[in-house]
């Protein structure tokens, strides 16, 4: 019986061994293998369509900006689709690194956006407001962000070490609480009339560079995204090599292990919602004075909740959420285009992230899989050389 079972590994099995059974890349490997398959099962669904799968995947491409479009309007070109693109893609890798640092130490910030809305009203009225100069405004903006946006994940750290709220809770109810404040301050001393938004910061505040003239085209360029990629490093430096790092890792596996081997549980909480805030924050000024210029009352931005799953696709590794948050933002980015090209609603770019994600949550499945085979293929190698043992031994 148990010879049938293992030789039931096929050369489907062994090849899929092959390539995904080293544990040193499976964290590389794994996820690309299930992108793959989310991209299949996207073509079947834009086949229901009757839309050309290739196609569509090269409209969404063209409309990132990683391709070039057939033609453009004038003083546009597929550099200006590209950096509007990154602009795009800066406050998302801010907000999922915000997701990651927090899970690490088991802790859920579903409250990202939130973070984010404080952060870029509180920095609009204090700096976007004023006349000070880009050279002042520009570290004034960014640290304004880090300060609002920590004080908020600080708050919710505190509360579910002091008094052992979840923090999935607070959160929330923290989302509604700042969505509403801010809308009510806006309306009552920055709307304006005709957008229905809030006033426009100044020139010299905003952390993108807009209507640039480069090259015969105009194009914006993003000022943050020269600290968000720098920022993905620096948090795997300080998850993967610092004591501090080592701490809340620990606590993310077993709070009671931490706290017996005498690391404080409560404290590395409130630091790492801190952390997770502070980089919410730079997510909510380069949003919000950054992409865009002003706010609209009573919306919080998808950003946050879109982080969520850009860092679980990423595998809550601050590397792989560079990846992960590139390709979510070219499907996003180009949706318009594909949508006005391929005659498909632009919802189908929700449906296309939606199954890459569900795809991507079986990683832990596909590992199991591949384990178990692999497990087999060493069973039967074992039985094969026992096998050959026994029949020498008859020889001999």
């Avoid at 509360?159 to 052992?164: A, T």
Wanted: glycine share 10%; aromatic share 8%.
């Amino acid at each position: 019986m148990k010879k049938t079972k293992e030789s039931a590994v096929g050369p489907i099995g062994r090849g899929f061994v092959k390539i995904l059974g080293n544990e040193r890349t499976q964290n590389i490997t794994i996820p690309l293998f299930a992108i793959l398959l989310s991209f299949i099962a996207c073509a079947v669904v834009i086949a229901l369509f009757h839309s050309n799968p290739w196609s569509t995947f090269v409209c969404f491409l063209q409309g990132g900006g990683v391709l070039p479009k057939p033609e453009y309007a004038a003083h546009k070109g597929q550099l200006t689709d590209l950096m509007g693109m990154v602009n795009a893609l800066t406050p998302m890798i801010f907000a999922a690194l915000a997701v990651a640092v927090a899970l690490k130490t088991g802790l859920f910030n579903i409250g990202v956006s939130g973070q984010m809305l404080a952060a870029g009203f509180v920095t609009s009225v204090l700096i976007g407001y004023s006349k000070l100069p880009m050279a002042a405004a520009i570290p004034l903006v960014l640290v304004t962000g880090i300060a609002v946006g920590g004080a908020v994940g600080a708050l919710i750290g505190w509360l579910k070490h002091r008094f052992n709220i979840n923090e999935v809770v607070s959160s929330i109810m923290l989302n509604y609480i700042i969505q509403y404040l801010v809308s009510f301050l806006i309306n009552q001393n920055y709307i304006n009339m005709v957008s229905r938004q809030s006033n426009p910061v100044s020139t010299a505040s905003r952390l993108t560079l807009m209507n640039v003239s480069a090259f015969g085209l105009k194009i914006d360029i993003p000022l943050g995204i020269v600290l968000a990629i720098p920022a993905a490093f620096l948090v795997r430096f300080l998850l993967d090599k610092t004591r501090l790092g080592y701490e809340l890792k620990v606590v993310g596996l077993n709070r009671c292990a931490a706290k017996y081997a005498g690391i404080n549980v409560g404290k590395s909480m409130v630091i790492s919602m801190l952390i997770s805030g502070a980089l919410a924050g730079l997510a909510g000024v380069t949003y919000y004075l950054g992409t865009f210029n002003s706010i609209q009352p009573r919306i919080l931005t998808s950003v946050g909740f879109d982080s969520i799953a850009v860092c679980l696709l990423g595998n809550s590794n601050p590397i792989g959420i560079l990846f992960s948050s590139l390709l979510i933002t070219i499907i996003s980015k180009g949706s318009n285009y594909m949508s006005s090209i391929m005659n498909i609603p632009q919802e189908i770019s929700q449906v296309i992230t939606g199954l890459i994600l569900l795809f991507s949550a079986c990683g832990a499945y596909i590992k199991y899989r591949v384990a178990q085979t692999n497990e087999a293929m060493l069973d039967e190698a074992l039985a094969a050389q026992r096998v050959a043992e026994n029949e020498g031994d008859e020889k001999a």
